[in-house]
C-alpha cells in the first residue's frame, strides 16, 4: 500500500490525495477510504506518479539509468540524435538495464557513416559538409529503413548539424517516415524559418514530426512558433513538440553548429563562450584553437533572445 500520497496522474487527470492498494504488483484500487495490506509506504507529503518517460535523453549509460531512476523515469529514450546501427545498440545492452530505454535511428548518425565522417559524437566533416550523391541519398534511406526494421522507435534528425544536406536528401527521409507512419524527432534549424521549413517537409510528405526543444530552438520566438505548430495541426498535420526544463543546451564544439554560427559572430557574443574544463571565456583565437580538441559544448541561460553557448570537454 501508498498512503496519503499526493498522486498526480495525467492519464486520469486525476491530482489529489489518495490512498493505493497493490496486489500482485499492480494496482488494484486508488481511494480516499482507509486501506489495509501486508506491506505500507507513508507517502505524506510526497508526490506519486507514473514512471516518468524522458524523450530526449543522450545520457544512454548504466550510470545515468541509475541516475534517472532516482528522478523518477522509468524509461528513457534517445530520440532525436539516435544511433546508425540499432541492432548493435541494443546488443550493447541486452544484459538489461536499470530502466527501460529506447533509441531512434539517427540521420546524423546515418550520414556520419554513409559519409565517413571522422567525428565521434557529431559530425564534423563530410558528414556536416559535403552534398551527398544520388547513389549516398540511396545508402542513407536504405539503412535509415533497415533501423526502423531493427526496432528504432521512430527516425532521429538534426538540421543544424548536417548543412549539407539537400532538400532532396530529407524528403526522401522524411517519405520514409510518412510511409511506415513514423515520426521524425528533429533539431531544426533555429528560428521560425527553421520551423517552416520542417513543416513544409512534413506537409508535403505528410510526415508525422516531433520538434525537439522547442525553447531552446525558439528562444525569444517562442509563442510564435508555438502559434506556428498550433495553426500545423489545426490544418491536419501530426506535428508536436517538447521542452526540456532548464535553460541549458549541449553539443560537440567541433560541429557545425557552433562553428557556422560563431565563426563570424562579434567578440561579445564569442565571449558568452565557456569551457568549463578551465572555466575560461572563449575569443576568436581559442575557439579555433578548441575545434580541434575533442568535447561538446553546452549552455544558454535563457535570460533573453540570446542562446548562450559553453563548451564541455568530455
Keep these: 500500500m501508498i498512503l496519503g500520497g499526493h498522486i498526480v496522474d495525467p492519464a486520469s487527470n486525476l491530482d489529489a490525495v489518495r490512498n493505493i492498494g497493490l496486489l500482485d504488483g499492480r494496482i488494484a484500487v486508488v481511494t480516499t477510504e482507509a486501506i489495509h495490506g501486508r506491506d505500507t509506504i507513508d507517502a505524506r507529503g510526497l508526490v506519486v506518479a507514473p514512471g516518468f518517460i524522458d524523450l530526449h535523453d543522450h545520457g544512454q549509460t548504466p550510470e545515468t539509468y541509475r541516475l534517472r531512476s532516482l528522478d523518477g523515469v522509468t524509461t528513457s529514450l534517445e530520440l532525436e540524435l539516435g544511433t546508425s546501427d540499432v541492432d548493435a545498440w541494443y546488443h550493447e545492452r541486452s544484459a538489461g538495464e536499470r530502466i ?31 552534398v551527398a550523391s544520388p547513389e549516398q541519398i540511396g545508402e542513407i534511406t536504405r539503412l535509415v529503413e533497415l533501423g526502423l526494421g531493427q526496432g528504432a522507435i521512430c527516425i532521429g534528425a538534426g538540421f543544424p548539424y548536417t548543412p549539407a544536406a539537400t532538400r532532396e536528401e530529407l524528403l526522401a527521409v522524411f517519405r520514409i517516415a510518412a510511409m511506415t507512419k513514423t515520426p521524425i524527432h528533429l533539431h531544426i534549424t533555429p528560428g521560425s524559418a527553421g520551423l517552416k521549413e520542417a513543416l513544409s517537409l512534413a506537409d508535403e510528405t505528410n510526415a508525422p514530426l516531433q520538434v525537439v526543444h522547442i525553447n531552446s530552438s525558439s528562444l525569444s520566438e517562442t509563442p510564435v512558433m508555438l502559434e506556428m505548430i498550433s495553426d500545423a495541426r489545426a490544418s491536419g498535420q501530426d506535428v508536436t513538440t517538447e521542452a526540456y526544463p532548464y535553460a541549458a543546451g549541449m553539443t560537440e564544439i567541433q560541429s557545425a553548429t557552433i562553428q557556422d554560427v560563431y565563426r ?5 557574443r564569442l565571449a558568452e563562450l565557456e569551457w568549463p574544463r578551465t572555466g575560461e571565456r572563449l575569443n576568436r583565437e581559442s575557439l579555433s584553437a578548441l575545434k580541434r580538441t575533442t568535447g561538446q559544448s553546452a549552455g544558454n541561460d535563457g535570460a533573453d533572445s540570446t542562446k548562450r553557448e559553453r563548451a564541455i570537454g568530455k
Excluded at 101 to 130: E, Q
Aim: aromatic share 8%; net charge negative; proline share 3%.
Design 100 to 130: 527501460n530505454y529506447g533509441v531512434s535511428v539517427g540521420h546524423i548518425k546515418v550520414r556520419m557513416s554513409v559519409m565517413h565522417d571522422a567525428g565521434t559524437f557529431m559530425p564534423v566533416g563530410d558528414g556536416a559538409y559535403r
Design 264 to 268: 563570424a559572430a562579434s567578440d561579445e
